[in-house]
Structure formats: structure tokens, C-alpha cells
């Protein structure tokens, strides 16, 4: 048998871990400076719990978990005979891999609700799997990086969120990112005043793959949903709304004007882009994009999407928004939240194309010492016991040298590695300690030992 892994999956070697890691550390400081504290749910969840929060092609990315035992023994033989395998999968699976943190987040939120104190802000780094089709900077298994905040309607939230997508980028050495904003408030508006407010949903999953197809795609697949072409024909001004963000403002009020959730959106994008621009940003930029929808359902007010540095071949590295009411489903109404996410996959490429891991550590021993002569060990062992106490990565080679070509390898391994340092002998509690890179040798006791390698 051939070993392989599933398409869409990875395996990390230990430099890869180390760089993950970094990102990691950054986004998580970032995160409890802003306030945030930890959290972790199930990597499976009820399917009643994600199915029919993501939209119709969301639900169709979700993994599903079969029963165990025999589960084709309770399923209706009507399914089966008819192959309808919609209706077969309700009763052969009760459980799915999550497809975001978000939707498992407002399920957590209503089984804890008693003891939590709001407005709730918490973070949440898990995996999470989608069955879309592999490419690159897209995986069925991936890591995200979430930071909500639950329990409260104040547009300082999104002002917030702003502030902590661009320290986190500043603090990864990452310049030149752009947080796009929009508000879905604007897009119902939009939806209204195109006579096509029933089709909202089908709107906004077509203009959210304008950077995927283009305006002649998403017009096409707008007709496909029924939305008519005298209503795409209104809807061209949002194609090529241009200038800074104020006179983005200002051309939305006059296509927004006799819709009330509209000028609503407007408000509420006014009130951040105002905020930010007296704050200031350290190596992002803010910009409103009309076009901007984020196709999942549960959006209700702002969304937000940040795109890689220019010339860096790679789309977005981040989302979110707001939700009023993504609790109620779970029976606990009035409850607003919003989030943001952060593309740890996709950051770890980019970084990668601009070399920006210049300063990330590979975990690996400090020193290593030499099995070279057969009555070593027990000095060698109390050392490293000594060694590890004073939190020094050190390391014994386990296979005692009995050749020229055994001797070889472990000189090997130690080049391989990029150990700093060598232990070579001991002789009257003497310990011979080498320096890789420069070559010094020098005779030490155990203390003197810890002392040089601290």
C-alpha cells in the first residue's frame, strides 16, 4: 500500500510547526491585549447544529460524520431505492465536522449563558474542515484564528476590530494590508430599491464571487437566480463606485436615499470609517468595498475582509462581521455579536513569499552530546538532568559510537539540526564543550557548564 493523505490535508514538518507557531503567538497576544479570552468546542458537532446556518452551498461544504454500527439498517428503504441521498444522509449521519467556529461559538454562548458575564469576548484557534475543492491558499482542513465579541450592539466593537486586524499585521511585520468594510444593511438596501428584496440571499452569494468570476460572471449567475436583468442593470453603478472612502459615502447616499436600511448601512460605515481615520492605522489601510457581501446568512450589519499586500499572489487572509441574532436559533434572542478571523493557512503563505519568518526559532536542542565513549552515560545524564532544569534544550545521542562511520552520523545529525553546541567528553567531571560555529573548545565542571549555556 502506498501512503497518502487525503487531498486538501497537509503534514507539517517541524520548521513548518515552528512558523505556524509564531503566527500563532502573535495573534494570540494581540488577542488577550484586546481583551479576549480562550475557548475550545468540539471538532464534531450535532448536524442540526451546523446545517442550514451557512446558506445553500455552505451546507454543501460540510463534512458529514456517518453513524456507527450498522447505519444503513434504519435508514428508509424509500432513499435507498430512490438514490435520494439529501433525505438518506439526515438518517445515515447525526454528526458533521464543524465548517467555522462561529456557528459552534453561539451554540456555546446559549449552553453557557448563566455563566458567562457579557458583553462576552472570546478567541478560539481550532481547526476547522470544508469539502470544497483543494488549491492553492484553500484546504478541506485548515486552522482558523477567531476573536468575537457577543452581548453588544456598540459600533465600537467594529472600530475595535479594525484596530486589532492591524496590530496583529504590524506585529507579523506584514505592511501594506487592506481591511475592506461594507455593511450588509447597505446591500438589502441596495436589494430594495432594485425590487428584488426577495432574492437577498441569492444577490449577495453572487456579488461575493466578484473576485472569483468577475461583474460579467455574477451578472450571469444573477440571472440564473431569477433576479431580472432590469434589476442588474441598476445595480452597475456599484461596479465602478470609486474615490477615497468619503466620496464612496457620499455616492451611496444618493443611491441609497428612499431606503431606510440602506442609510442605516451608511450610518453605521460612516461612524468606523470616522473613528479609524482619527485613530489612525499602522500598516493597514481601511477602504469601503460595496461589493463586498460575504456569503454566509447569518451577517447582518458590518463585514469585513482583509486582503493580502499588493503583488503578493494571494486573496484573502481574513473575514468577518456582524450578527444580530445568530443565538436566537439556539432559542436565545436579542443578542448581538460580532467577529473577525484570521487565515492562519493563508498568512503562512504570504509571509512565506515575502521571507518575513526571518526570525522564527526551530525548536531543537541547544546542545548535544556526543555518545562517544561507553563509561559517559551516567555523567552525561546527571549533566542534562542539570541542564533541562535550567530550562536549556539539550540532548543525548542515544547510539553508542563504536566506528569512524558511527562517529560520522552523529556529526551528521548534529550539521543537520544546526545544533549550537557539543559535548564531546568527560574526564574527572571535566566536560570538553565546543562551539559549532566559531570552533572554540574549552574544559568546564558542571556549573561552569550551565553558566556558558545559559
Known sequence: MKPSIPKGTRDFSSKEVAKRNYIM???????????FEPIETPSFENSETLMGKYGEEGDRLIFKILNSGDYLSKADDSFLTNKNSFKLTSQISEKALRYDLTVPFARYVVQHQNEITFPFKRYQIQTVWRADRPQRGRFREFLQCDADIIGSRSLLQEVEFVQLYDDVFTNLKLKGTTIKINNRKILSGIAEIIGESEKLIDFTVALDKLDKIGAEGVKTEMLSKGISSEAIEKVQPLFNLSGNNQEKIDQLKGLLQSSDQGMSGISDLEFVIQNIHEIGLESASLEIDVTLARGLNYYTGAIFEV?????????????????????????LNDMSGIGISFGLDRIYLVLEELNLFVEVVQAKPKVLFLNFVENSRMPYLTAL???????IKSELYPDLAKSNKQQKKQWKYISNRNIEYVVSNVLNGNFTLKNIKSGEQKECNLEELVNSLK
Open 25 to 35: 503567538d502573535i495573534i494570540k497576544l494581540s488577542f488577550e491585549n484586546f481583551g
Open 385 to 391: 538532568k542539570k541542564l533541562r532544569e535550567n530550562n
Open 307 to 331: 486582503i493580502a499586500p499588493q503583488g503578493v499572489s494571494m486573496g484573502s487572509i481574513g473575514g468577518g462581521g456582524r450578527y444580530d441574532d445568530l443565538t436566537g436559533v439556539f432559542g
